[in-house]
């Protein structure tokens, strides 16, 4: 996939791999005010307050390794209350890319092509490097997707519990009622 042809995120940062020094390169990745509406409506949250990524990216030739964190303050909406209430996310990131060959790049647009997904799950093996792809990797898309991955997809407000209502806790089944009314036949 060419970098033209990737949808467009509300958070890029696009790096040259050539522009990484071996012995490392720093880099910060921060979203803008203007952003934060955009990224919070396709994380599903209810507000970005802030989000920042610091990265130490080195190379070694064709072949980069990245480590960081991602700092971000939030709010999501809590599943049981359904209140807006405040999070905060301090997540490790540690990747290797590789440059995507030929090969690589056919196979995920037939991938992305088919109908039917495959997956297959090899436990205990390193995670594949990630494509570097035309010499770009674009810092952005990787804070966004360790934000989202980071995120818990049922929220819970500190404190918030489901408690069933006093009315449906002592409330008969509807086959109870059904075999009620069978036996005074």
Do not use: W
Not at 100 to 111: F, V
Not at 119 to 136: Q, Y
Not at 141 to 160: C, H, I, M, Q, S
Request: charge should be negative; proline fraction near 9%.
């Amino acid at each position: 996939m060419t970098v033209e042809h990737m949808p467009v995120l509300p958070l890029s940062h696009p790096i040259r791999v050539e522009t990484i020094r071996q012995r490392g390169t720093e880099v910060t990745v921060s979203a803008e005010p203007q952003q934060f509406a955009a990224i919070a409506a396709m994380l599903g949250l209810t507000s970005l307050e802030f989000l920042e990524a610091r990265y130490q990216l080195s190379r070694n030739g064709d072949r980069v390794k990245l480590e960081g964190r991602i700092a971000a303050r939030l709010h999501q909406t809590c599943i049981v209350t359904l209140d807006p209430f405040p999070v905060q996310l301090d997540v490790p990131v540690k990747l290797d890319f590789a440059p995507e060959t030929e090969d690589e790049a056919a196979s995920r647009r037939a991938e992305r092509d088919k109908a039917e997904i495959d997956i297959e799950v090899l436990l205990n093996e390193d995670d594949p490097p990630e494509p570097i792809v035309d010499g770009v990797i674009d810092l952005g898309r990787v804070t966004l997707e360790f934000a989202a991955l980071a995120l818990d997809p049922y929220p819970r407000k500190p404190g918030a519990s489901f408690e069933v209502p006093a009315e449906e806790a002592g409330a008969q089944s509807p086959f109870a009622a059904l075999a009620k009314l069978k036996r005074s036949d």
